[in-house]
């Protein structure tokens, strides 16, 4: 064996890894692609871990790992699309989330990532809708010295070249890391905790006051059309991006659409 890579068991197969390799990019390698939302498999992107739709099972551990974090060993034997637990813990962020969702035909993304997701793990959003609460009868806060969200701007369209959709947020944070890592821009963040949680444009400003310098970043990043490029936004909110992106010069319609 080559001492540059080695060898562990994914589903009973002997696949090779790299040092520094992740159990998701191993995969990936071996033709899986385990579902995912926070992370983006592109260069300048760290993982973060947070949603927890890419849990696999690691023989010997109690518990489900992140396979964008989990870095692989030499010797692991991991269980991806041959584990139950593995499939309940992704269809059960998917269903969690899918319900905050605007339905898919007023989403603003309705080619989107997250719905790509769902169609991979064939989450039944009108069967998950009759069986788990929607947001709004979610009553109980878990923040209170913040304004409710039916008085919050979560539509903002106040920028000239992208649209904002907060009722489509999934607080995956990627559009915060592809605004203050990627571009190191540093304008995006996310306030409050729980509940109230929510992505700001500097101090809650609406995103076309912020400083926001049009880059285009944040929209190639988000996985649900919370962040949007404007003209591909109907009036009503609804919108859909051709796929796939080319995330080669992804500043430039958006920086054509500020710029007209």
């Not at 899918?98 to 989403?107: C, K």
């Not at 979560?154 to 890391?177: G, P």
């Not at 700001?200 to 929209?219: H, I």
Request: charged share 25%; with cysteine; hydrophobic share 40%.
């Amino acid at each position: 064996m080559n001492q540059e890579t080695f060898t562990l068991t994914l589903d009973g197969a002997a696949v090779t890894a790299y040092p520094g390799d992740t159990l998701w990019q191993v995969a990936k390698r071996a033709g899986e692609t385990i579902p995912h939302l926070c992370f983006k498999d592109a260069e300048g992107y760290r993982a973060d871990g947070n949603c927890r739709a890419c849990m696999v099972e690691v023989q010997g551990e109690r518990a489900l790992v992140a396979s964008c974090l989990r870095e692989a060993k030499p010797g692991m034997v991991v269980h991806s699309a041959t584990s139950e637990r593995s499939r309940v813990a992704r269809e059960g962020v998917l269903e969690m989330l899918a319900v905050d969702q605007p339905p898919r035909e007023q989403s603003p993304d309705a080619s989107s990532h997250f719905w790509a997701m769902a169609d991979q793990l064939a989450i039944d959003v009108g069967e998950v809708s009759e069986r788990l609460p929607k947001r709004s009868e979610r009553t109980t806060p878990t923040v209170h010295h913040v304004a409710e969200r039916e008085s919050a701007v979560v539509k903002d369209r106040s920028h000239s070249a992208m649209a904002v959709n907060l009722d489509a947020c999934i607080e995956c944070n990627l559009c915060v890391r592809a605004c203050r890592e990627v571009q190191v821009n540093d304008v995006i963040g996310l306030a409050h905790r729980g509940s109230a949680s929510k992505i700001v444009f500097d101090f809650d400003d609406p995103m076309g006051d912020s400083t926001c310098v049009a880059c285009g970043e944040c929209v190639q990043a988000c996985p649900t059309g919370a962040l949007m490029p404007a003209t591909l936004v109907d009036e009503h909110g609804g919108g859909t991006v051709p796929r796939p992106i080319n995330r080669s010069t992804p500043s430039a319609p958006i920086a054509a659409s500020a710029a007209s």
